[in-house]
C-alpha cells in the first residue's frame, strides 16, 4: 500500500515552453502533498507544500509564478514550469502524506520522480 | 548552515563488511526518517522512529534514536551489493509535516 506515481517519468521540451507534471496517490487519499527537486549527486530540496482545495506554500527563494501548483483533490497535485529554462532541468519528486488521524498520516510517502531537461 | 549532518558522504566497502551512518542534528526532532533512494528514482522509506532511544531492526537494518532525539544512526550488518544506494536521513520539527534531509550517503558495496 502507500503507492505515488507521476507521470511523466521523463520529459524533454524546448526552452520557452510549459511542462507539466502530475502526482497521484493510487491507494490512499492524501491530504498534504509536497514537491521536491533534486539536483545530481544532491539531495532533495523541498520546492513547496500543497493542501487539497487551498494554495501551495511555497519555500524561500521559490517563484510561484513559475512553479504553479495545484491540488485539485485528495489523490491528484500537479506541478506546471512555466516558460521552462535550461537551468530548471532537474528531477522533480512529489510526495504525499495520508489524511489525519488515518493509518497513512504523518508519514510522506515518494513518488518515482520526473526527470525534467529543457534544451 | 545544514540542519542534518550526514556523515560519512561517501562510502565504498567490500560485500561482508559492516557499516554505520549518522545523522546529526543541534535541534530536537519530532520524528526522523531514514529512506533509500536508487538513480533515477524516489526515495524509499526504510523506517521511522519517533521515540528517544528507540531502536528499530529491518533485516541486517538497525536504526536507532538518540536518547535527546537529535540525532540517529543506521548500521547495516554483512553489506550486499543490493545495499548500494544513496541513504538519506530526513526528520520533522514540531508539529511541521515539512521533511528536511540531510545531505545523504552514498553507499558503494563491492562484491
Known amino acids: 500500500g502507500a503507492v505515488v506515481s507521476q507521470h511523466p517519468s521523463w520529459v524533454i521540451c524546448k526552452s520557452g515552453t510549459s511542462v507539466k507534471i502530475e502526482c497521484r496517490s493510487l491507494?490512499?487519499?492524501?491530504?498534504?502533498m509536497f514537491w521536491y527537486r533534486q539536483f545530481p549527486k544532491q539531495s532533495l530540496m523541498l520546492m513547496a507544500t500543497?493542501?487539497?482545495?487551498?494554495?501551495?506554500?511555497?519555500e524561500q527563494g521559490v517563484e510561484k509564478d513559475k512553479f504553479l501548483i495545484n491540488h485539485a483533490s485528495l489523490t491528484l497535485s500537479t506541478l506546471t514550469v512555466t516558460s521552462a529554462h535550461p537551468e530548471d532541468s532537474s528531477f522533480y519528486i512529489c510526495?504525499?502524506?495520508?489524511?489525519?488521524?488515518?493509518?497513512?498520516?504523518?508519514?510522506?510517502?515518494f513518488g518515482p520522480g520526473t526527470r525534467l531537461t529543457v534544451l | 548552515t545544514q540542519l542534518l549532518e550526514q556523515s560519512p558522504q561517501f562510502l565504498s566497502i567490500q560485500e561482508g563488511e559492516n557499516l554505520t551512518v549518522y545523522c546529526n542534528s543541534s535541534?530536537?526532532?519530532?520524528?526522523l526518517q531514514w529512506y533509500r533512494q536508487e538513480p533515477g528514482e524516489g526515495p524509499v522509506l526504510l523506517v521511522t522512529v519517533v521515540t528517544g532511544g528507540e531502536v528499530k531492526k529491518l533485516k541486517r537494518l538497525t536504526f536507532q534514536f538518540g536518547d535527546a532525539r537529535k540525532d540517529s544512526s543506521l548500521h547495516i550488518t554483512a553489506a550486499q551489493p543490493g545495499d548500494t544506494g544513496l541513504y538519506l536521513c530526513?526528520?520533522?520539527?514540531?508539529?511541521?509535516?515539512?521533511?528536511?534531509f540531510g545531505k545523504g550517503t552514498k553507499l558503494t558495496v563491492n562484491p
Open positions: 535541534s530536537v526532532f519530532s520524528s
Open positions: 500543497s493542501n487539497e482545495g487551498s494554495k501551495a506554500t511555497y
Open positions: 491507494d490512499f487519499q492524501a491530504t498534504t
Open positions: 530526513a526528520a520533522t520539527q514540531g508539529g511541521s509535516e515539512k521533511l528536511v
Open positions: 510526495s504525499a502524506s495520508g489524511l489525519a488521524g488515518g493509518p497513512r498520516a504523518d508519514t510522506q510517502y
